[in-house]
């Protein structure tokens, strides 16, 4: 029976061990994504609306927030790719944070994007 106990509680160690080593690496490599997304910036080439929010999958009732005009650069805090569009959040130049929509408005990103 001693036996049976150790190995329940050396199994039950082992998972939990595990768990939490895929759990670390998992959120280590969101970490690395939001952070290689911040190195982007966004240049408007002509009127682009920017959105309330930070988008969602289905990319339709969206909010307008503003129109950002030419020329203006556009931080990006985060980059999605959903299944029917993809969104960059962005703070605008007063501070606020909306998202635009690729292929809405013309806009350049630097890097570029893949």
Known sequence: MEHIKRTFGFVVRFIVTITVIVGALTLASWGWDVRNDAKHTVTVNSSTPVFMGSGDEACT??????????????????????????????????????????????????????
């Not at 990006?76 to 809405?104: F, H, M």
């Open 61 to 114: 009732d969206k909010q307008m927030l503003t129109t950002v005009r030419p020329s203006i650069q556009l931080k990006v805090l985060r980059i999605r790719y959903w299944k029917n569009c993809a969104t960059l959040n962005v703070i605008l130049p007063d501070s606020r944070q909306g998202y635009i929509v690729i292929g809405e408005g013309g806009f350049s990103v630097n890097p570029p994007l893949p």
